[in-house]
C-alpha cells in the first residue's frame, strides 16, 4: 500500500507531498452523476458495493493518495432516534429536531455494528482492492448537534446557540451522548479496516473562542482521548476556525485541518511540529490554470518544505469543478515536491 499519506499524517518525512480532496468522490464527476440517477445519496450509503465503487472512482481517476469513505455525517443518527432526509440541493433535513430539553428523551444509544452494517461492510470491501488509505469519518457532537436542534442547515445558528446558552445542562447531556456515539462509530471503522479517521466539526468556526472551551471542548477532547488506542492516525478539521486552531489543537487529532480563511504558514507557525492538512480555496479549481498553478505554489511555499503537510482544500470539491484541473494539481503537487 502507497503509505505516504500515513507518513505525513505521523510527521515523517516523505517523498512527496501527498494530496487526497474533501468531497473527492461527488457531483463534479460525470460517473458519479451517472451513479446518481440510480440511487439516491442514502441509497448509495445502504448498498456497500456502490459506496465501495464511488470511493474508489477518484482514486483511480485522480492519483490521489488516499480514499475517503463515501458517506455522510448524519448517518448515525438514523439509529439514534431520529427521522431525517437528505434534500436535494439543502443537505440533512430532520423532522423530528431537538428543541426543548425534554426531546433528549428520544436519544437512543448507538450501536454501528446494528445501525450501520453497512458502512463496515463497505469499508471491508474497500480495503480488499485499495492500493492506498481508507479514512472513515464521523461528524463532531457540535455540528451534529447543531443539524438536530436546528432541524437543517443554518446561516445564524439561533436555536442551537439559544439552546446552548439556556438549557446547559441539557446541552452537555446531548453533546456526550453524541460524543459516545461517535468514539463507538469511528472505532468500528477503524476496526473494519479504516487506515486513519477524519472527525469534521463544519460549522464550529460559527462560536466565539470562550463558547469553545465552556461547550464543545471537553467533549472533543473526550472524543480524541477515545480515539487514542486505535494506532491510527485522526484528522481534526473545521471550517472558519481560525480563531479557534490553537484550542482544537488541544482538543485533540494528531492531524489539524486548515480551511482557505487561514493564512497557512500562519497555521504552521502557531501548531508547531502538529501535521497539518489543507488548505487550497475551492473555487480556485474554477479558475484558469496558471491562477490554479499560483495558488496552489502559494499554500506549497507557505509550507517551505516542512514534514507533516498534506494537501488538500479548504473544504470540499465544489459541483462543476472540471475534473482535469482536479487531476492536473494533483500531478502538479507530486511533481513540485519531489524530495
Given at each position: 500500500?502507497?503509505?505516504?499519506?500515513?507518513?505525513?499524517?505521523?510527521?515523517?518525512?516523505?517523498?512527496?507531498?501527498?494530496?487526497?480532496?474533501?468531497?473527492?468522490?461527488?457531483?463534479?464527476?460525470?460517473?458519479?452523476?451517472?451513479?446518481?440517477?440510480?440511487?439516491?445519496?442514502?441509497?448509495?450509503?445502504?448498498?456497500?458495493?456502490?459506496?465501495?465503487?464511488?470511493?474508489?472512482?477518484?482514486?483511480a481517476q485522480l492519483g490521489v493518495d488516499a480514499a475517503i469513505l463515501f458517506a455522510d455525517i448524519t448517518t448515525p443518527l438514523y439509529g439514534m432516534g431520529f427521522d431525517l432526509d437528505i434534500v436535494e440541493g439543502k443537505g440533512p433535513v430532520i423532522h423530528n429536531p431537538i428543541r426543548t430539553p425534554k426531546d433528549l428523551h428520544r436519544l437512543q444509544p448507538f450501536d454501528p455494528k446494528a445501525h450501520t452494517p453497512f458502512v463496515l461492510e463497505a469499508i471491508r470491501l474497500l480495503k480488499e482492492d485499495l492500493e492506498v488509505p481508507l479514512i472513515g469519518f464521523a461528524g463532531a457532537p457540535f455540528t451534529l448537534a447543531s443539524y438536530l436542534?436546528?432541524?437543517?442547515?443554518?446561516?445564524?445558528?439561533?436555536?442551537?446557540?439559544?439552546?446552548?446558552?439556556?438549557?446547559?445542562?441539557?446541552?452537555?447531556?446531548?453533546?456526550?451522548?453524541?460524543?459516545?456515539?461517535?468514539?463507538?462509530?469511528?472505532?468500528?471503522?477503524?476496526?473494519?479496516?479504516?487506515?486513519?479517521?477524519?472527525?469534521?466539526?463544519?460549522?464550529?468556526?460559527?462560536?466565539?473562542?470562550?463558547?469553545?472551551?465552556?461547550?464543545?471542548?471537553?467533549?472533543?477532547?473526550?472524543?480524541?482521548?477515545?480515539?487514542?488506542?486505535?494506532?491510527?492516525?485522526?484528522?481534526?478539521?473545521?471550517?472558519?476556525?481560525?480563531?479557534?486552531?490553537?484550542?482544537?489543537?488541544?482538543?485533540?487529532?494528531?492531524?489539524?485541518?486548515?480551511?482557505?480563511?487561514?493564512?497557512?504558514?500562519?497555521?504552521?507557525?502557531?501548531?508547531?511540529?502538529?501535521?497539518?492538512?489543507?488548505?487550497?480555496?475551492?473555487?480556485?479549481?474554477?479558475?484558469?490554470?496558471?491562477?490554479?498553478?499560483?495558488?496552489?505554489?502559494?499554500?506549497?511555499?507557505?509550507?517551505?518544505?516542512?514534514?507533516?503537510?498534506?494537501?488538500?482544500?479548504?473544504?470540499?470539491?465544489?459541483?462543476?469543478?472540471?475534473?482535469?484541473?482536479?487531476?492536473?494539481?494533483?500531478?502538479?503537487?507530486?511533481?513540485?515536491?519531489?524530495?
Open positions: 500500500m502507497n503509505e505516504v499519506f500515513l507518513k505525513a499524517a505521523r510527521g515523517e518525512t516523505t517523498p512527496y507531498t501527498p494530496v487526497w480532496f474533501m468531497r473527492q468522490a461527488g457531483r463534479y464527476q460525470p460517473e458519479y452523476r451517472k451513479i446518481r440517477e440510480r440511487y439516491t445519496l442514502p441509497e448509495i450509503v445502504r448498498h456497500p458495493e456502490v459506496t465501495a465503487e464511488v470511493t474508489k472512482l477518484p482514486v436542534i436546528e432541524g437543517g442547515p443554518t446561516r445564524n445558528f439561533v436555536r442551537v446557540k439559544a439552546f446552548m446558552y439556556a438549557e446547559e445542562e441539557a446541552w452537555h447531556q446531548l453533546m456526550r451522548a453524541l460524543t459516545e456515539a461517535m468514539i463507538a462509530y469511528l472505532t468500528a471503522q477503524v476496526h473494519a479496516g479504516a487506515d486513519a479517521v477524519q472527525v469534521f466539526d463544519s460549522w464550529v468556526g460559527h462560536l466565539t473562542a470562550s463558547d469553545y472551551r465552556r461547550y464543545v471542548k471537553p467533549h472533543m477532547q473526550r472524543l480524541f482521548a477515545g480515539l487514542s488506542g486505535l494506532g491510527v492516525p485522526t484528522i481534526h478539521f473545521g471550517t472558519r476556525t481560525m480563531h479557534l486552531l490553537e484550542e482544537m489543537q488541544a482538543a485533540g487529532g494528531q492531524v489539524i485541518g486548515v480551511d482557505h480563511t487561514t493564512p497557512f504558514d500562519w497555521a504552521r507557525a502557531r501548531l508547531g511540529a502538529t501535521p497539518v492538512q489543507g488548505n487550497l480555496d475551492p473555487a480556485v479549481l474554477f479558475a484558469p490554470w496558471p491562477v490554479v498553478e499560483r495558488e496552489v505554489l502559494r499554500v506549497l511555499e507557505a509550507n517551505a518544505g516542512r514534514a507533516g503537510h498534506i494537501f488538500n482544500l479548504g473544504h470540499g470539491i465544489l459541483p462543476g469543478t472540471p475534473v482535469e484541473t482536479v487531476q492536473r494539481v494533483v500531478a502538479f503537487v507530486h511533481e513540485r515536491t519531489q524530495r
